[in-house]
């Protein structure tokens, strides 16, 4: 795709933004819509033209060969269209259905609880990204795929290289042969797995979401063996990196703004609004990419076919004219929907999952630490521009109740 950025746009690609991105965001939004003159990217960052965006049939969500993504890519959910993707999804989000997700609640406050008890043996101290954030949402989706345990640190190392191939590529050029052989590496080593274990299912169901996708059906349709597969990477890797930073951005939040997190400490039926509000304020999936397949116009921007679109969530979600002083972190503000799961038919199918897992864990950070403070020298990003957030956060403590 780019062969270069114009100043405005590759500064969001810049490591010296990540920690604060948002006076960039602004000024994106605020300029957007509009065609970046260097690489011919539509830059989208209004509320109601991002949703616009993503209501639209007009555009897709196959970013083969556009540049945009130079990691080959797997046909999944994330990037089929209109009718495989409507089918896939259908058979998908029956292992989905909230009242099966919700079934998982006990087994993810044990996670926590045992994550908090590890904390709770060392010093007063600790790195809540590898101790923590990370651990939490890798345990909860191989236990609900029913990935044995002794199994999970390789399935955490897989789901962090493949990782990269959510980030749109800024920057050109910016994967090297080794990442991409990684990613490779770790879809092959996914594959194999995958493969066997869906072998067992099959032959011994279980109350796991794996057999759930296997016996998924929708008039005598099923999934085949490689979408099983597929399904099953795709569930790691987009539920993987995104729950961990809404923990991360949420606790971020919190010990930035004591008043918050002692509301939240007085009031442990806020942990659903604290999670909106870290989603709306502090989004872990900052933006996506789409391509144009057919012509339409944005304001008076207009879109041929093959173009793509950068689709500014994160600047989205602080559009002042539908949220109020959008740049306060207020977990009791109540406003109307934000955009971090973007919206549209691809609208994110890990959506309830991810609020249980971020409501128990902020509503556990909140009550467990006491006198948390915030090591801000430790605080350092990952490199992901897309997917942001911190690649270590030390957080140090009086005790854990
Ligand atoms: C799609 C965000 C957690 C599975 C998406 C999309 C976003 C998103 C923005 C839309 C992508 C696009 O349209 O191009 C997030 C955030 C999460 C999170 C911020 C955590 C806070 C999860 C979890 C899972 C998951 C826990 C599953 C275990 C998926 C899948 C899709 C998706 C399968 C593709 C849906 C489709 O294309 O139909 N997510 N996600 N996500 N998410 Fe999530």
Redesign the pocket.
């Known amino acids: 795709m780019t062969t270069s950025l114009s100043p405005d746009l590759a500064r969001l690609a810049d490591p010296a933004v990540r920690p604060d991105p948002y006076g960039v965001l602004r000024t994106l939004r605020e300029a957007s819509p509009y065609t970046d003159p260097a690489s011919g990217i539509v830059v989208v960052g209004r509320r109601s033209d991002c949703e616009a965006v993503?209501r639209n049939p007009k555009v897709s969500?196959d970013r083969q060969g556009s540049g945009i993504t130079t990691v080959p890519q797997m046909p999944?959910?994330?990037?089929?269209d209109a009718p495989d993707?409507t089918r896939?999804?259908r058979l998908?989000g029956k292992a989905?259905k909230p009242r099966l997700v919700q079934q998982w609640r006990p087994r993810i406050e044990e996670i926590v609880r045992e994550l908090l008890t590890d904390i709770a043996a060392g010093e007063n101290t600790a790195d809540l990204v590898s101790a923590f954030a990370y651990p939490l949402?890798v345990r909860v989706?191989c236990d609900?795929l029913g990935v044995p345990r002794e199994d999970h640190p390789v399935f955490e190392k897989w789901a962090r290289s493949i990782a990269y191939t959510v980030d749109p590529q800024l920057v050109p050029g910016r994967l090297s042969t080794e990442v991409v052989q990684e990613v490779e590496e770790a879809r092959a080593g996914f594959v194999g797995y995958f493969g066997r274990l869906i072998a067992e299912r099959r032959h011994t169901p279980r109350a796991d979401v794996l057999s759930e996708l296997i016996s998924a059906e929708e008039q005598g349709d099923q999934l085949t063996e490689s979408e099983l597969i597929i399904?099953c990477i795709?569930?790691?890797v987009?539920?993987?990196e995104?729950?961990a930073?809404?923990i991360l951005n949420g606790i971020l939040g919190l010990l930035r703004h004591p008043g918050q997190l002692r509301l939240l400490r007085e009031r442990p039926e806020l942990a659903e609004a604290a999670v909106e509000e870290v989603?709306r304020y502090d989004?872990?999936?900052q933006m996506?990419?789409?391509i144009a397949r057919e012509p339409f116009t944005i304001g008076d921007t207009p879109v041929t076919p093959g173009t793509p679109l950068l689709v500014l969530?994160a600047a989205a979600n602080r559009d002042p004219d539908v949220h109020r002083d959008p740049d306060t972190f207020d977990i009791s503000r109540g406003d109307p929907g934000h955009?971090?799961?973007?919206a549209?038919?691809?609208?994110?199918?890990?959506?309830v999952?991810?609020?249980l897992?971020?409501s128990i864990a902020l509503n556990a950070f909140a009550q467990a630490f006491v006198e948390p403070r915030l090591d801000a020298e430790s605080l350092r990003y990952r490199p992901h521009v897309a997917v942001r957030g911190p690649d270590r956060m030390r957080v140090s403590f009086k005790e854990i109740r």
């Not at 955009?339 to 973007?342: D, K, P, W, Y």
């Not at 549209?344 to 959506?351: I, K, N």
């Open positions: 993503l969500s999944n959910l994330m990037n089929l993707h896939l999804r998908a989905f949402p989706i609900m399904t795709l569930l790691l987009a539920g993987h995104t729950t930073n809404l989603l989004a872990p999936a996506i990419t789409r969530l955009l971090g799961f973007a549209g038919p691809h609208f994110c199918l890990g959506s999952l991810a609020r897992e971020g």
